[in-house]
């Protein structure tokens, strides 16, 4: 089977994106043929030559990088299927499409949308469930529909930022609403890009301009005392049929960061090797641990995610309450990232992972093919 792994793209989170598709390309079953395309931090998208992947597969802590070969440039065809991507006139004939990609136009439905119009399989969540839960917001309204525990938040919108009169009442309100410390976060960035914590209006007033150099929305949160939890889950929530292991939803062994930083912040994830510690299991009794993957299951499943999700958790260290902090449709695949870790601390190693992500792809896009679209 021919796989594309797309990797890079114009987001924060590009070169993480490096390190993660590398280790997925290593990861994948050897009798299927790796496709590399890199995509730009200008958005374009370029075919990578076969000696990149070797390069990778000798060194297993080698990141993946892009070369800009005007000849190799990818084209794209909608509703051509396995012909849908063209290089120099010629079909790549792509069975299936991996796109490690982070953060913004890999994670928010914007590609998942663009693979729907050329009708190829993929791997994660639809374009759907992609661009809601890339918008922490939304994710938050939709869990307290549900029923699901959010941390206590507001949403300052860029028209607010823009009126003096607004943004101070706006200020006062949520001074009295959430009181200090709170932390500000863009609602549609990820790895903690413009995210920092404020203990005092000035603190806030510059957050919050740093944040809106992500995002023109912007989420601000009670800050609480509180233990970071994370569950993996894998699986189709909308169509998993009872008698299909493939397709079943499931959360794996929660783990728990200890950052050493102020809060588990973008250098704390990527660059300090230091930055905190995994703990898995997490600390918790067997009845919490299962509480959080069941509640990482009905966060999932409201949402409508397929594929694959790292839920995160916050549990209040003086009052113990669980709280739901977001969710992550395509969750770091780094030799330090979480989501492979705890769903290999259940028993699925890498490669059995990246094998069930594909064919739980596959069953879905089977599915959607049974579908009507016209009379």
Same mark, same amino acid.
């Given at each position: 089977?021919? #796989? ?19 280790? #997925?390309?290593?990861? &994948? ?11 730009? @931090?200008?958005? @374009? ?20 990088? #892009?070369?800009?070969? +005007? ?9 051509? @299927? ?38 190829? +399989? $993929? ?28 941390? +206590? ?13 607004? $943004? ?31 203990? %005092? ?13 992500? %995002? /023109? ?6 800050? &609480? ?17 009872? %008698? ?25 994830? $990527? ?8 703990? &898995? ?10 509480? &959080?993957?069941?509640? =990482? ?14 839920? /995160? ?47 739980? =792809?596959? @069953? ?12």
């Amino acid at each position: 089977m021919n #796989i594309g792994i797309i990797y890079g793209g114009r987001s924060g989170e590009h070169e993480i994106s490096l390190i993660s598709a590398a280790a #997925i390309a290593r990861g &994948i079953s050897k009798e299927n043929n790796i496709v590399l395309i890199g995509i730009t @931090k200008n958005g @374009k998208w370029y075919l990578q030559d076969k000696s990149e992947f070797d390069r990778i597969c000798k060194d297993k802590n080698a990141a993946l990088t #892009i070369s800009e070969d +005007p000849a190799k440039l990818v084209n794209i065809i909608p509703g051509a @299927k396995k012909d849908s991507f063209v290089v120099a006139g010629k079909s790549l004939e792509l069975d299936l499409v991996f796109p490690a990609l982070h953060g913004t136009y890999g994670e928010d439905g914007t590609i998942q949308g663009l693979f729907e119009m050329a009708d190829l +399989p $993929y791997v994660g969540c639809t374009h759907i469930s992609s661009a809601l839960t890339m918008d922490k917001e939304k994710t938050k309204m939709i869990w307290q529909a549900a029923g699901l525990p959010v941390v +206590p938040y507001v949403c300052m919108k860029r028209f607010v930022m823009m009126d003096s009169v607004l $943004y101070d009442a706006f200020l006062d309100e949520t001074e009295k609403e959430l009181g200090y410390p709170m932390f500000v976060k863009p609602c549609c960035a990820g790895s903690s890009n413009g995210a920092a914590k404020a203990k %005092d209006r000035r603190e806030l007033c510059y957050n919050l301009m740093e944040a809106f150099l992500w %995002d /023109d929305k912007v989420l601000i949160e009670k800050s &609480i005392n509180a233990r970071e939890i994370e569950c993996s889950v894998t699986g189709n929530s909308v169509t998993f049929p009872a %008698d299909s292991d493939e397709e079943a939803v499931t959360a794996y062994i929660p783990g728990e960061i200890a950052p050493t930083h102020t809060f588990y912040d973008f250098d704390a994830k $990527y660059n300090d090797p230091d930055g905190a510690k995994l703990l &898995i299991p997490a600390e918790l009794s067997e009845n919490d641990l299962e509480k &959080i993957r069941k509640t =990482a299951c009905a966060a999932y499943k409201v949402l409508d995610a397929t594929g694959l999700a790292r839920v /995160d958790f916050f549990i209040d260290k003086d009052t113990k309450a669980v709280y739901l902090n977001e969710i992550n449709t395509m969750p770091g695949f780094t030799t330090i990232s979480m989501f492979p870790k705890m769903c290999e601390a259940a028993g699925l190693d890498f490669e059995s992972l990246t094998n069930l992500l594909i064919e739980e =792809a596959l @069953k879905r896009y089977e599915a959607k093919t049974k579908l009507s679209t016209s009379r």
